[in-house]
């Protein structure tokens, strides 16, 4: 039944079945799907077994859990092991339709990172060592290129906020004022401008290219919660629940409407930190 949905509506291709658990484990890392539906209760050995002995194996692709039992623990547990979502027996296409639709688009949305992450990398950005001195806007390129949010308008802005901070007001450890940051870069990069309306343009910018940001590691960490920019950037930067709550959003499908709130100052100020830090070891 299974098999026929997947096929009917076009959401993938079945390339294995088998009758329980340690059956299935060499067929499954010799094949490497990227979606394996389990049931819960099989002969020999269960779902949760079965997955952790993959997980062991290294197999890293993504599970869903079928059961006609569901309790808070069981559900728990699956969670934890690795589960991304459920199928409720009896069978109801429109839950397999949906659920498996949601894992194609979270497939598609961890290629594209990867791909954006490997274009960075190939550039250099992200390997530009300690060995030498670095100025100000490399140490800030780099911590925003792992962010994904180098190309934003938003960074130019930041760059020089940084550049500003760490240049020209002795390394005090103390953000002034968001709006006199503002002030003092408008009034530097604007001739014959209204500073007013390039102050707040420029706060319209950075806004926009955290969010950018936090849509970004939200994303990463909705695909691999262990991925090492996920887990260093988003507690660092970032309010985490809020982090947390537009993670659920995209994994229910629901990532565009997520109200975030952007703390300006607090990515400003651990930016600012950073930067100085890795700029006191080079120089």
Known sequence: MLKNIIEEEDLGVAIGEADNGKECLSAIMTMHPDVVLIDLLMPEMDGIETIEQLKREGFEGQFVMISQIVNKEMVGEAYKKGVEFFIHKPINRIEVQSILKKLVEQCKLKESLLTIQESLANIGLANTTLQKPQSVKQIVLSILNYMGIIGESGSDDIISIIEYLVNERGHSPQLPPLKEL???????????????????????????????????????????????????????????QEIRNHMIHIQEGRGDSAKVKVNIKKFLQVLYLETLEKYNKTH
């Open 182 to 240: 503002y002030e003092k870069i408008a009034a530097r990069n604007t001739a014959g401008i209204d500073v007013k309306k390039e102050t707040k343009a420029i706060e319209q910018r950075i806004r926009r290219t955290i969010l950018t940001a936090i849509n970004n590691l939200a994303s990463l960490g909705a695909i691999d919660y262990t991925n090492p920019e996920f887990e260093y950037y988003a507690p660092r930067y970032f309010d985490f």
